[in-house]
């Protein structure tokens, strides 16, 4: 075991992000020009030559540095050469070393200009030191080992809490470069480039040291198809490339018809942002900061929600102002991730946790804490709508809709509960079970709640999930999320509570003899009369590998529906619940997933689910039929601009129950 000590890495390197960052650390780079061809280092070598030409065209005084008289003597814009003067000289001694000189654009190729200061530098540095501390100085002793999933462990850990159930088999790979299981002091240092945005996930290095960044987000952009790769007819499709093929042919170098991530990376491509150039063009009044208004007129319109979030949350010197070092430290010069896609707040409880703070793509965990920590002002752990924008999830709401669609009404939007679905009602119509859970918890807290037709009386019953009512009226079944999940009978008034057996998704038949549930790939019945538990469907039965809750049973009691998964489908099936042969039947089959939660119509001909069709924006309840090559219909009533989920008739037919979200 290795010894450790009390301490995370995020709080060590915690002083990174909420004190000013030092300025001196240069941006230390294996050169990217390793494996490339002759006549790119001949370029180079070119490149080298003009720059130092044009140094020494400058320095009259041939001193080796460029006073700012000798720099203002050029020809040019003379605000433009006071600014980029005073931008790149580093270490403010008042002198322009070749080095900083080389930094300036303009002078050669963009890929061929000079190291810049990095703030990821500092980040990379301070992480590593704090990683060191955290493994009982492990620098002191580099040649030391850490079993991988454990340091893969405690780094989540070290975030939040929570994080280590973010655990994943790709985290642990990226700590364990060459897979032995063992994670060496280079690999972490390398898993924290990754962490840090430094490096994609594979381990593609994303920053070049003369302010240059992969533009991973428009790498994703183009890369419709989610493969990995971008093939001609998406770069043809998402590029604006007034060439498409012939651009694209440059980046394929090795004509396999796709360019991946690597050869998007390659320095002479266009895969790059060039925050020094774009830092430049933004600052108007050319004094070398970006105030507010600089700010949100170089975004463009899909990034100004950002604009607002960039002053105080990155001015580290606290001028008022981004500094060249501080803009590329801040969300809008570092395009990692879509920062201005707002995350949800997924658990409902209107503030936003650490573990809710994420953004499509992101695996950079550690920049997500070090972003959370800055907007995070008021230090508690949370972050409000005021501190960062997010998307709030309004309570589902419960609505009785007649099913011709000609009326409609709300029963409940509920703020203790706003997490709520799975209605059943009751077999005389009067009462609408259904289950829920307060803002902040989770599924594992699910309240079985009851409420009237008429809305007026409400009332929380006990602990469950996806109640379902006996023939009379009288008792109700649901899940619980304990340890294994299981199976219960209670009372309609929440007392005598009986576990039945260890499954999830409990659902009684209508005639009242039979509950149904799944345990693994089992589809089990219990018998209402003997109490005896029979395997309906066995794992050799079906080609599934997952079987869902909330399936529906057939009015007559015969059949039962539920939503399987395949590797590449979603399949919508139904088996018969009687007899020995289950007869197990596909009715429809989606290549997108569809809501779990079914319920047939009261003439058996339809089931009723909700779905995000290929033409619609969100879920909305479709109906479909049972019959031949059938395609889901969306159903008449249902307001279109909500997400519309679970559904269950009334025993006459006339209406049904909805869960919408707003």
């Given at each position: 075991?290795?010894?450790?000590?009390?301490?995370?890495?995020?709080?060590?390197?915690?002083?990174?992000?909420?004190?000013?960052?030092?300025?001196?650390?240069?941006?230390?780079?294996?050169?990217?020009?390793?494996?490339?061809?002759?006549?790119?280092?001949?370029?180079e070598?070119?490149?080298?030559?003009?720059?130092?030409?044009?140094?020494?065209?400058?320095?009259?005084?041939?001193?080796g540095?460029?006073?700012?008289?000798?720099?203002?003597a050029?020809?040019?814009?003379?605000?433009?050469?006071?600014?980029?003067?005073a931008?790149?000289?580093?270490?403010?001694?008042?002198?322009?070393?070749?080095?900083?000189?080389?930094?300036?654009?303009?002078?050669?190729?963009?890929?061929?200009?000079?190291?810049?200061?990095?703030?990821?530098?500092?980040?990379?540095?301070?992480?590593?030191?704090?990683?060191?501390?955290?493994?009982?100085?492990?620098?002191?002793?580099?040649?030391?080992?850490?079993?991988?999933?454990?340091?893969?462990?405690?780094?989540?850990?070290?975030?939040?809490?929570?994080?280590?159930?973010?655990?994943?088999?790709?985290?642990?790979?990226q700590?364990?470069?060459?897979?032995?299981?063992?994670?060496?002091?280079?690999e972490?240092?390398?898993?924290?480039?990754?962490?840090l945005?430094?490096?994609?996930?594979?381990?593609?290095?994303?920053?070049?040291?003369?302010?240059?960044?992969?533009?991973?987000?428009?790498?994703?952009?183009?890369?419709?198809?989610?493969?990995?790769?971008?093939?001609?007819?998406?770069?043809?499709?998402?590029?604006?490339?007034?060439?498409?093929?012939?651009?694209?042919?440059?980046?394929?170098?090795?004509?396999?018809?796709?360019?991946?991530?690597?050869?998007?990376?390659?320095?002479?491509?266009?895969?790059?942002?060039?925050?020094?150039?774009?830092?430049?063009?933004?600052?108007?009044?050319?004094?070398?900061?970006?105030?507010?208004?600089?700010?949100?007129?170089?975004?463009?319109?899909y990034?100004?929600?950002l604009?607002?979030?960039?002053?105080?949350?990155?001015?580290?010197?606290?001028?008022?102002?981004?500094?060249?070092?501080?803009y590329?430290?801040?969300?809008i010069?570092?395009r990692?991730?879509?920062?201005?896609?707002?995350?949800?707040?997924?658990?409902?409880?209107?503030?936003?946790?650490?573990?809710?703070?994420?953004?499509?793509?992101?695996?950079?965990?550690?920049?997500?804490?070090?972003?959370?920590?800055?907007?995070?002002?008021?230090?508690?752990?949370?972050?409000?709508?005021?501190?960062?924008?997010?998307?709030?999830?309004?309570?589902?709401?419960l609505?009785?809709?007649?099913?011709?669609?000609?009326e409609?009404?709300?029963?409940?939007?509920?703020?203790?509960f706003?997490?709520?679905?799975?209605?059943?009602?009751?077999?005389?119509?009067?009462?609408?079970?259904?289950?829920?859970?307060?803002?902040?918890?989770?599924?594992?807290?699910?309240?079985?709640?009851?409420?009237?037709?008429?809305?007026?009386?409400?009332?929380?019953?006990?602990?469950?999930?996806?109640?379902?009512?006996?023939?009379?009226?009288?008792?109700?079944?649901?899940?619980?999320?304990?340890?294994?999940?299981?199976?219960?009978?209670?009372?309609?008034?929440?007392?005598?509570?009986?576990?039945?057996?260890?499954?999830w998704?409990?659902?009684?038949s209508?005639?009242?003899?039979?509950?149904?549930?799944i345990r693994?790939?089992?589809?089990?019945?219990?018998?209402?009369?003997?109490?005896?538990?029979?395997?309906?469907?066995?794992g050799?039965?079906?080609?599934?590998?997952?079987?869902?809750?909330?399936?529906?049973?057939?009015?007559?009691?015969?059949?039962?529906?539920?939503?399987?998964?395949?590797?590449?489908?979603?399949?919508?099936?139904?088996?018969?619940?009687?007899?020995?042969d289950?007869?197990?039947?596909?009715?429809?089959?989606?290549?997108?997933?569809?809501?779990a939660?079914?319920?047939?119509?009261?003439?058996?001909?339809?089931?009723?689910?909700?779905?995000?069709?290929?033409?619609?924006?969100?879920?909305?309840?479709?109906?479909?039929?049972?019959t031949?090559?059938?395609?889901?219909?969306?159903?008449?009533?249902?307001?279109?601009?909500?997400?519309?989920?679970?559904?269950?008739?009334t025993?006459?037919?006339?209406?049904?129950?909805?869960?919408?979200?707003?």
């Open positions: 075991m290795t010894d450790r000590v009390a301490i995370g890495p995020i709080e060590a390197i915690r002083g990174a992000v909420v004190a000013p960052l030092r300025r001196n650390c240069w941006f230390l780079f294996l050169s990217a020009f390793l494996g490339v061809t002759a006549n790119l280092l001949a370029d070598a070119n490149s080298t030559r003009q720059l130092q030409a044009a140094f020494q065209a400058v320095d009259q005084s041939r001193n540095t460029l006073s700012r008289e000798e720099f203002l050029q020809k040019g814009n003379q605000k433009v050469l006071e600014r980029d003067f931008l790149f000289d580093f270490d403010k001694d008042g002198e322009l070393t070749y080095d900083e000189f080389a930094a300036i654009p303009g002078a050669v190729p963009v890929w061929d200009r000079g190291s810049i200061p990095d703030p990821f530098d500092d980040l990379l540095d301070q992480a590593v030191a704090a990683m060191d501390v955290t493994y009982a100085n492990w620098d002191r002793t580099p040649n030391r080992m850490i079993a991988a999933p454990n340091f893969a462990r405690d780094f989540m850990s070290s975030l939040s809490p929570l994080s280590p159930q973010l655990l994943t088999t790709e985290l642990i790979k700590a364990d470069e060459n897979g032995d299981q063992q994670t060496s002091r280079t972490a240092r390398r898993f924290l480039e990754i962490q945005g430094i490096r994609a996930a594979d381990g593609q290095l994303l920053r070049q040291p003369n302010g240059r960044v992969v533009s991973l987000m428009r790498f994703y952009y183009f890369d419709i198809n989610r493969d990995g790769a971008v093939d001609l007819a998406e770069f043809t499709e998402r590029s604006g490339a007034a060439k498409p093929a012939e651009e694209f042919a440059k980046g394929d170098r090795n004509g396999n018809g796709k360019i991946n991530l690597e050869e998007y990376s390659q320095v002479e491509w266009n895969g790059y942002d060039d925050f020094v150039q774009l830092f430049r063009n933004a600052d108007r009044n050319l004094d070398g900061l970006l105030n507010a208004e600089e700010i949100k007129a170089s975004l463009p319109a990034r100004q929600t604009a607002p979030l960039v002053l105080p949350t990155f001015d580290v010197d606290h001028d008022g102002q981004l500094s060249l070092f501080e590329q430290l801040s969300i010069g570092n990692y991730c879509g920062w201005e896609v707002f995350p949800k707040d997924l658990n409902r409880d209107e503030k936003m946790s650490f573990e809710e703070f994420k953004f499509d793509h992101c695996t950079c965990h550690l920049l997500r804490r070090l972003y959370f920590y800055r907007f995070d002002t008021d230090g508690n752990g949370h972050l409000s709508n005021e501190e960062y924008p997010f998307i709030l999830r309004m309570p589902n709401t609505q009785m809709i007649k099913t011709d669609g000609s409609r009404h709300e029963l409940l939007v509920s703020r203790e706003p997490s709520c679905g799975s209605p059943a009602v009751s077999p005389d119509g009067e009462w609408i079970a259904f289950d829920g859970y307060r803002g902040g918890e989770s599924l594992a807290n699910g309240q079985v709640l009851m409420i009237d037709r008429q809305g007026g009386r409400f009332r929380a019953l006990c602990p469950g999930l996806m109640p379902t009512w006996s023939k009379d009226g009288k008792q109700l079944a649901c899940s619980r999320q304990t340890n294994p999940s299981s199976v219960w009978i209670i009372n309609a008034d929440g007392t005598d509570h009986k576990k039945i057996d260890n499954g998704g409990a659902q009684w209508p005639d009242g003899k039979t509950i149904s549930y693994g790939k089992l589809l089990m019945a219990y018998d209402v009369e003997s109490e005896k538990v029979r395997t309906v469907l066995t050799d039965q079906h080609p599934y590998s997952y079987l869902y809750y909330n399936m529906g049973w057939s009015p007559d009691s015969e059949r039962l529906a539920f939503k399987a998964d395949k590797p590449n489908s979603y399949e919508l099936v139904s088996v018969k619940m009687t007899g020995d289950p007869d197990l039947k596909v009715h429809w089959s989606s290549p997108t997933s569809f809501d939660d079914l319920t047939w119509t009261p003439d058996g001909k339809k089931v009723l689910f909700g779905w995000t069709a290929p033409n619609h924006k969100h879920g909305m309840l479709h109906e479909l039929e049972l031949p090559n059938a395609v889901p219909q969306v159903v008449k009533g249902v307001n279109p601009e909500w997400t519309s989920l679970s559904a269950y008739f025993p006459d037919g006339e209406w049904f129950v909805v869960v919408t979200v707003n």
